[in-house]
């Protein structure tokens, strides 16, 4: 819900304001539409309010907390503040919004076939726990009894290892940090803000006590004490030296980040397809493990055990 409503928002105010109205304009024309629903209405006019007594643009949004606006907002609302550009900043953050937005849709597809496995297996194996007096009515309670150890061990080996299999499939889906890094600097420093100034305001995308934020910040850092751009955040990623080296010679900084973006986006569409893959089989080869350890400890003791 919190991303469906600041989806809607970016993209009502990129149509906006790309039409020549300013930002107060356009919040008032938004909150007054009746064919958008009731909350983005009530956002629209939370933001003129705060726009009308003389808050600057990047308070307005970060303040409604409605919105529920994410930290790294502030650096692209404030370069394209400063450059008078709004209708670039709202654009921009509309499509980055899609693509996260595409991204969680990826991975909720990718983990819908796995989680039914896992569900279809364990409501088995609780139908086979109710049922299994009335199947076999010959076996002896005590018999029942030890059921419930076998089938413990085969689930301690079907839940973690789906479990890990999911994971696998989400660090394959999730968006990564650093590509968010690269986006978010690129369009910064295409709006004239400083290296420092991109990097800071980029460090917000970042989980707190991540390795990813504690490299950035020793690389901020070292630019602070002076250090060239190469020999601060060669450390970043393995191809960043490259690329700032070459943006050095052409002195266009923006189009390395460029560059690393989509060689990041290449590696990360790779391993995308590799999970894709490798989900089927190794779904497979896992349940069929499950299935032969129920088969093993519980269904031929209990047909030796009824005679058969």
Not at 101 to 126: D, M, N, W
Request: glycine share 4%; net charge neutral.
């Amino acid at each position: 819900m919190k991303q469906s409503i600041r989806f809607s928002f970016t993209q009502a105010l990129s149509e906006l304001l790309i039409s020549g109205v300013s930002l107060y304009q356009a919040c008032a024309a938004l909150s007054q539409m009746k064919q958008v629903n009731k909350q983005l209405r009530a956002v629209a006019y939370s933001v003129q309010q705060k726009l009308f007594h003389g808050e600057s643009v990047c308070d307005a949004l970060l303040k409604t907390e409605q919105l529920f606006v994410p930290r790294w907002y502030r650096g692209v609302l404030l370069a394209c503040e400063r450059s008078g550009s709004l209708h670039k900043a709202f654009s921009f953050l509309h499509e980055l919004e899609n693509q996260l937005s595409q991204s969680r849709e990826r991975i909720c597809a990718a983990l819908l076939y796995p989680v039914f496995i896992v569900v279809l297996a364990l409501s088995g194996t609780v139908l086979l726990i109710l049922k299994a007096p009335d199947l076999f009515p010959a076996v002896d309670s005590q018999f029942y009894s030890t059921v419930f150890g076998e089938v413990l061990f085969a689930l301690l080996f079907f839940i973690p290892s789906a479990f890990v299999l999911c994971l696998f499939v989400f660090s394959a889906f999730s968006v990564d940090e650093f590509l968010l890094v690269c986006i978010i600097t690129e369009f910064l420093l295409s709006e004239r803000m400083s290296l420092f100034e991109a990097l800071e305001q980029s460090l917000y995308v970042c989980k707190s006590g991540s390795k990813l934020e504690k490299t950035l910040c020793e690389s901020l850092q070292l630019l602070r004490e002076g250090y060239s751009p190469v020999s601060a955040l060669e450390s970043l990623h393995p191809s960043m030296g490259m690329y700032l080296r070459i943006a050095e010679q052409t002195g266009n900084l923006c189009n390395a980040f460029s560059q690393i973006k989509q060689a990041i986006s290449s590696e990360k569409k790779r391993k995308q397809t590799v999970c894709l893959s490798l989900l089927e089989p190794s779904l497979i080869l896992i349940t069929g493990m499950y299935i032969a350890i129920l088969l093993k400890q519980i269904f031929l003791p209990l047909l030796f055990a009824w005679s058969i």
